[in-house]
């Protein structure tokens, strides 16, 4: 089953409406998927924006992947609301470099980074964090390494986040920089809308 998230909003809809006026067969009612009904309140509860950025695709397949986002360390992740978790100072190593003192990262990001750190050294890229944003310690912003960390950072963890002034990339771990390019255009914020509003219909 394919579906456009308006037209899969509208048939879910439909169907709650026709199982609350008893109009469909209990038999019928059975086969819908709870999951499905799960995926029209979400669509229902994100912003337009939100919905219309997701493409085509099958409901199954994105219920299969936010799955996968939430039952992972990912969730962890995706909300600023732990703020101070585990967080280290950052100070110049061999994988990464560091512009200035005070910069705290959550210890899994500072970990991934010193992973990413590694394969852009060996690529002749210098990753140097210019400074941390008050984001639970898992958003770093970047003075150089740009093209590099565009085309490389989410298979360490790492999304693209929009800054005006530098390259902003923020820890969300793999399973959700994935979900993220697939479902939401690279858009973290919208993506975090969505796994919100999945959490909350639960």
Same mark, same amino acid.
């Given at each position: 089953?394919?579906?456009?998230?308006?037209?899969?909003?509208?048939?879910?809809?439909?169907?709650? &409406?026709?199982?609350?006026?008893?109009?469909?067969?209990?038999?019928? &009612?059975?086969?819908?998927?709870?999951?499905?009904?799960?995926?029209?309140?979400?669509?229902?509860?994100?912003?337009?924006?939100?919905?219309?950025?997701?493409?085509?695709?099958?409901?199954?397949?994105?219920? %299969?992947?936010?799955?996968?986002?939430?039952?992972?360390?990912?969730?962890?992740?995706?909300?600023?609301?732990?703020? %101070?978790?585990?967080?280290?100072?950052?100070?110049?190593?061999?994988?990464?470099?560091?512009?200035?003192?005070?910069?705290?990262?959550?210890? &899994?990001?500072?970990?991934?980074?010193?992973?990413?750190?590694?394969?852009?050294?060996?690529?002749?890229?210098?990753?140097?964090?210019?400074?941390?944003?008050?984001?639970?310690?898992?958003?770093?912003?970047?003075?150089?390494?740009?093209?590099?960390?565009?085309?490389?950072?989410?298979? !360490?963890?790492?999304?693209?986040?929009?800054?005006?002034?530098?390259?902003?990339?923020?820890?969300?771990?793999?399973?959700?920089?994935?979900?993220?390019?697939?479902? !939401?255009?690279?858009?973290?914020?919208?993506?975090?809308? !969505?796994?919100?509003?999945?959490?909350? &219909?639960?």
């Amino acid at each position: 089953m394919r579906f456009r998230p308006a037209a899969f909003l509208a048939l879910f809809a439909l169907c709650a &409406a026709l199982l609350s006026c008893g109009k469909t067969p209990v038999r019928s &009612a059975r086969r819908i998927n709870p999951e499905f009904m799960k995926l029209s309140r979400v669509f229902s509860a994100v912003s337009a924006e939100c919905r219309d950025s997701v493409p085509d695709g099958s409901p199954s397949e994105m219920i %299969n992947d936010i799955h996968r986002v939430v039952s992972s360390g990912s969730r962890n992740f995706l909300s600023s609301s732990e703020k %101070n978790a585990d967080l280290i100072p950052l100070s110049a190593r061999d994988e990464y470099g560091v512009s200035s003192d005070g910069i705290l990262l959550r210890k &899994a990001a500072e970990k991934s980074l010193r992973e990413m750190g590694k394969k852009a050294k060996n690529d002749g890229v210098s990753l140097v964090v210019a400074g941390a944003c008050d984001d639970g310690g898992c958003a770093a912003d970047f003075c150089d390494g740009f093209v590099w960390l565009s085309e490389n950072a989410p298979s !360490f963890g790492w999304a693209k986040l929009p800054f005006e002034n530098g390259a902003r990339f923020r820890f969300i771990g793999k399973e959700a920089c994935a979900f993220c390019d697939k479902w !939401f255009g690279g858009s973290v914020p919208l993506m975090i809308e !969505f796994v919100s509003a999945w959490k909350a &219909a639960s």
